[in-house]
């Protein structure tokens, strides 16, 4: 089942904090972060697990909440470079297969 | 390293024609995906290869078929195109990290089926 993202959309000036939300109805043992920029293949950020453990980018920071589903993806200080579509994969169990959710646009202006 | 490679960039069929998207990676993974994507929609994941030698079906297999030919490289064969496979087509490979596994996209292949 596709986890749901929001907001679908946000825009930001350079500096200011942005917050993207990615929920399941059902047990998660994983979230997975991607940025993808137009025309562009995504690009991995986070892996979160239950249980804590977190592996990714410097620059940016995540949290899991095991009892809602829900993971939270922290955008602060944004730069011009951060623009592009966020996607989340949630991974049900040990498949290790992911479902995306369908995408937050984030543009951040000069 | 060139990671994950994929070859054609853009294609343009006629429905009923056939046609592989090739793929390849260069980091030693032992699993590899295919994905589609299809405009202001997340990706889906068509078949998936979790090491050398084994396929399994995604969350949308009907019309393709994959092959893992080694270690490194891992088809998607469309039989029989229809209108509704133009999308985007990724591949990605994945390396463990604990008991989970982190993908690795490669820049996707665009088809046009007429």
């Known amino acids: 089942q596709q986890p749901v993202q929001s907001p679908q959309a946000v825009i930001l000036r350079e500096g200011e904090d942005a917050v993207i939300n990615c929920s399941s109805s059902?047990?998660?043992?994983?979230v997975h972060w991607y940025r993808q920029k137009h025309g562009e293949a995504p690009v991995f950020l986070m892996i979160?697990?239950?249980?804590?453990e977190q592996k990714g980018h410097e620059k940016i920071s995540a949290s899991f909440n095991e009892k809602k589903q829900q993971s939270s993806l922290y955008l602060t200080a944004s730069q011009l470079s951060y623009s592009g579509t966020y996607f989340c994969?949630?991974?049900?169990?040990?498949?290790?297969?992911?479902?995306f959710g369908s995408g937050t646009q984030l543009t951040v202006l000069p | 390293n060139a990671g994950v490679t994929q070859t054609p960039k853009f294609q343009v069929l006629k429905t009923g024609q056939s046609m592989t998207l090739q793929c390849a990676q260069d980091?030693?993974?032992?699993?590899m995906y295919w994905y589609r994507q299809d405009p202001g929609m997340g990706l889906r994941l068509i078949y998936y290869?979790?090491?050398?030698?084994?396929?399994d079906k995604g969350e949308v297999p009907n019309g393709y078929n994959v092959s893992r030919l080694n270690k490194r490289e891992f088809s998607l064969r469309l039989e029989s195109a229809a209108p509704s496979q133009t999308s985007v087509y990724f591949c990605?490979?994945?390396?463990?990290?604990?008991?989970?596994?982190?993908?690795?996209f490669g820049p996707g292949t665009r088809l046009l089926v007429l």
């Open positions: 994969g949630t991974e049900r169990g040990s498949a290790r297969q992911l479902t």
């Open positions: 990605a490979s994945s390396e463990l990290w604990g008991t989970r596994e982190t993908q690795y």
């Open positions: 980091m030693n993974h032992n699993s």
């Open positions: 059902k047990a998660l043992y994983s």
């Open positions: 979160l697990l239950k249980g804590g």
């Open positions: 290869s979790a090491s050398e030698g084994t396929t």
